[in-house]
């Protein structure tokens, strides 16, 4: 991670919206080097990997990385990059965890992104992330925006 990676997670630690996860020990949960080339933008932590630290470290992430063909090792490495669309575990809601904070990405991204030169893919997992990055060219379900693409 480069030192403009670092200032860039530290304001989001000093956020005042942040300070109760900063109180408890818990940082920016993303992964995130300039030399990745595969960024992975999904919801957000769910409470294990908020108590682990580990971006996917869950049951979720042990099916992503099956769906992907990819080792622990490989999704771990340098060549990888995580970014939710917020970086804290948002709390439990009636039928699940509730969604990332709205306002959270549109905040932190742009400026993590213009750290990450050398993505060539970007993989949306789940509506949340579908929805801010596709903006419009989003459908109404996955088939349909797979199907749309180009």
């Known amino acids: 991670m480069n030192e403009r990676m670092k200032e860039i997670l530290v304001e989001v630690e000093k956020d005042p919206r ?7 020990g818990i940082y920016p949960i993303v992964q995130i080097s300039e030399n990745a080339k595969i960024l992975i933008v999904g919801q957000a932590p769910g409470r294990i990997v908020e108590e682990t630290k580990i971006p996917f470290n869950d049951k979720s992430g042990d099916t992503l990385r099956s769906w992907l063909g990819m080792t622990r090792e490989v999704f771990y490495s340098e060549k990888m990059a995580i970014m939710p669309m917020d970086f804290y575990y948002p709390g439990k809601g009636k039928s699940g965890d509730l969604p990332p904070r709205k306002d959270f990405a549109p905040k932190w991204h742009p400026r ?26 989003e459908k109404k379900n996955l088939t349909e925006t797979v199907k749309a693409y180009k």
Not at 18 to 24: L, P, S
């Open 112 to 137: 993590l992104l213009k750290e990450l030169p050398n993505i060539e893919l970007i993989i949306l997992i789940g509506q949340y992330a579908q929805k801010y990055y596709l903006g419009d060219k």
């Open 18 to 24: 942040n300070r109760d996860y900063t109180e408890r």
